[in-house]
């Protein structure tokens, strides 16, 4: 089974960027389809940003768009999020997971879909 290990978080400012890495072993990264989740202090988890590699689809929260880039590379095992124009309510738990290659994409933002799961990297957004 595959192991995943998140870092890159951080105390950043408001309007700040940041870059997660999802860094996988066991079988290479171009098995699996990844996605970021976040748990903010209080609440329940949220999908942030999904990269399928059965239909080479991305797919972000609209919480996110347009300020989340995610990516991977294969090679390195690991896959990307750059967070740009980041907000304090950013400011959560960030989770890297294995979504199986055969959940529909409609399911790419439920926690339950996903087999494998990061420990998580602190990112807060604080002036």
């Known amino acids: 089974q595959p192991e995943l290990v998140e870092s890159g978080g951080g105390l950043v400012q408001p309007g700040g960027s940041l870059r997660l890495s999802c860094e996988t072993s066991?079988?290479?990264?171009?098995?699996?389809?990844v996605g970021w989740f976040r748990r903010a202090r209080g609440k329940e988890r949220e999908g942030v940003s999904c990269?399928?590699?059965?239909?080479?689809?991305?797919y972000y929260a609209d919480s996110v768009k347009g300020r989340f880039t995610i990516s991977r590379d294969d090679e390195k095992k690991t896959v990307y999020l750059q967070m740009n124009g980041l907000k304090p309510e950013d400011t959560a738990v960030y989770y890297c997971?294995?979504?199986?290659?055969?959940?529909?994409?409609?399911?790419?933002?439920?926690?339950?879909?996903?087999?494998?799961w990061g420990q998580g990297t602190q990112v807060t957004v604080a002036s």
């Open positions: 997971a294995v979504l199986p290659w055969d959940v529909a994409s409609s399911r790419v933002f439920e926690e339950d879909a996903y087999d494998y």
């Open positions: 990269i399928r590699r059965s239909d080479g689809r991305i």
């Open positions: 066991g079988r290479t990264l171009e098995y699996y389809d």
